[in-house]
């Protein structure tokens, strides 16, 4: 705490009452460390107190990654941007401030890509702030004829394909080896001191054209299932069956789903 012109000072704010000040400097380091615990860096994870909680978060990721056939080990050509990566750790709390989930995923360091070698196209759309005031203002003004959800795509990312002219190669995850057998061909080559690593074949998160990519997948499906994109919003998708109506606004991962339609009840 700092004594100055005005008062007393912590951390950049000014207070006139000197334990005033103390409390909001108590306050801000709580918070501080309440981050820092909740978002691990993977070396204390993985040795620490609740190390096994992290290790399955670990395991769920990498086994949802390969899974879906994201990546293939190649060895490293000479003469090539080899982008790294890291474990992204947080604790996800309930209301009363327990720990309910432990989540890790697998980012790509997309900072390290460079233009015209790892991407080309960046562009993905967000919806308007406006469409969604427009979409909320039907659903207040409606009332019970209209329905509105939001929902959230488990990731996203990984449900869309790099281009097959696409060459982005990553390194392989800290610790993976920790979690993972490599191939037998390719423990050869490392003990040769030869360099492995990965050829991305959907995109993670992180990479510069990720959200492009998801973008583009995901108004392919939604185009086959009879929506069309709007002319003003172009993350904005609508269905128009009779009176029927469905429009989901999105924002990469994050849905907003207006209808007018109600499911139909279970036969008993």
Not at 20 to 28: G, T
Not at 42 to 47: D, G, K, R, T
């Amino acid at each position: 705490m700092v004594e100055g012109q005005g008062g007393f000072e912590a951390s950049g704010v000014e207070f006139d009452d000197p334990a005033e000040a103390d409390c909001f400097r108590e306050a801000v380091h709580e918070a501080l460390s309440a981050i820092t615990e909740d978002q691990p860096l993977i070396e204390s994870a993985i040795n620490g107190s609740e190390s096994d909680d992290w290790k399955q978060a670990i395991k769920e990721e990498l086994t949802q990654i390969e899974k879906l056939g994201t990546w293939e080990f190649i060895e490293a050509p000479n003469n090539t941007n080899i982008i790294p990566c890291r474990w992204v750790l947080c604790c996800k709390r309930d209301a009363q401030g327990q720990v309910s989930h432990y989540k890790a995923r697998l980012v790509v360091k997309g900072f390290r890509q460079q233009f015209g070698v790892d991407y080309t196209d960046t562009f993905a759309p967000t919806v308007r702030p406006a469409t969604l005031c427009i979409l909320l203002t039907l659903g207040a003004a409606k009332g019970d004829d209209i329905i509105i959800e939001q929902a959230d795509i488990k990731n996203a990312y990984l449900n869309s394909w790099m281009h097959d002219d696409e060459v982005v190669l990553m390194d392989i995850p800290k610790f993976y080896q920790l979690f993972r057998q490599l191939p037998e061909e390719f423990k050869k080559l490392l003990k040769e001191g030869k360099r492995v690593v990965l050829r991305l074949k959907r995109p993670l998160y992180g990479m510069k054209q990720g959200a492009h990519h998801w973008y583009e997948e995901l108004k392919r499906i939604l185009q086959l299932l009879g929506f069309k994109v709007s002319i003003a919003d172009k993350a904005t998708f609508y269905k128009v069956d009779g009176n029927r109506f469905l429009v989901i606004a999105t924002a990469t991962d994050n849905f907003t789903i207006v209808t007018n339609s109600r499911p139909r009840p279970k036969l008993s």
